[in-house]
Nanobody
């Protein structure tokens, strides 16, 4: 599956951004989709995972109640709505996909990755 992220940028603390991940090259219904992020000098960490079949998404504790993962089933786009952003949310955000598996916020769980989009939260 080919993945291309967009929507990153500079936003003040408390602001909002919506990231998009355009997908192509596969039947999206077969895939588990997720967002990860990587801050400078840190390991890549899972943010949210969207299971197949409309099951309840999972979120990292650090973003629960602030971020929402969703999917446009017509245009096959994955979204991450980010509200109440904090400076510690600053990172490169990646979308990821894996076919025929369950959700897990682990980098080793996913096969396909986008190139990433930078999110900077700063005043």
């Amino acid at each position: 599956l080919r993945l291309v992220e967009s929507g990153g940028g500079l936003v003040p603390p408390g602001g909002s951004l919506r990231l998009s991940c355009a997908t192509s090259g596969g039947t999206l219904d077969y895939y588990v989709l997720a967002w990860f992020r990587q801050a400078p000098g840190k390991e890549r960490e899972g943010v949210s995972c969207l299971p197949r079949g409309g099951a309840t998404p999972t979120y990292a504790d650090s973003v629960k109640g602030r971020f929402t993962i969703s999917r446009d089933t017509v245009d096959d786009i994955l979204y991450l709505q980010m509200n109440s952003l904090k400076p510690e949310d600053t990172a490169v955000y990646f979308c990821a996909a894996v076919a025929f598996r369950t959700c897990a916020l682990s980098t080793s769980h996913f096969n396909d990755w986008g190139q990433g989009t930078q999110v900077t939260v700063s005043s």
